[in-house]
């Protein structure tokens, strides 16, 4: 019924940039929070910024002031740019929304599939 597809990943140098895409379709009625998570092998998974729908954002201390999230609500669409990035950044970025359907009053907490971002010289 929705899918949260992910684009943007790669290998990228330190220092470098990447922007990351999910874009959520299907029979979304309404998307309250939307943000971006990651996974680094043999760590949990960790939050790395959210957004609200009114705007207001939420950053992991560790990418504060290099990350920045935003949203198209139009396009049922948030964002990761990402800037300045280190060798601990490498992981697997994972995109998440909380998304009421049509076919339901309840609000149900989606994941993409994940995409991978790699920072090496």
């Known amino acids: 019924q929705v899918q949260l597809v992910e684009s943007g990943g790669g290998l990228v140098q330190p220092g470098g940039s990447l922007r990351l895409s999910c874009a959520a379709s299907g029979s979304i009625f309404s998307i309250n929070v939307m943000g971006w998570y990651r996974q680094a092998p043999g760590k949990q998974r960790e939050l790395v910024a959210i957004?609200?729908?009114?705007?207001?954002?939420n950053y992991a201390e560790a990418v504060k002031g290099r990350f920045t999230i935003s949203r198209d609500n139009a396009k049922n669409t948030v964002y990761l740019q990402m800037n300045s990035l280190k060798p601990e950044d490498t992981a697997t970025y994972y995109c998440?929304?909380?998304?009421?359907?049509?076919?339901?009053?309840?609000?149900?907490?989606?994941w993409g599939q994940g995409t991978q971002v790699t920072v090496s010289s």
């Open positions: 957004s609200g729908r009114g705007g207001l954002t």
């Open positions: 998440n929304a909380e998304i009421r359907t049509f076919f339901s009053a309840r609000v149900g907490d989606y």
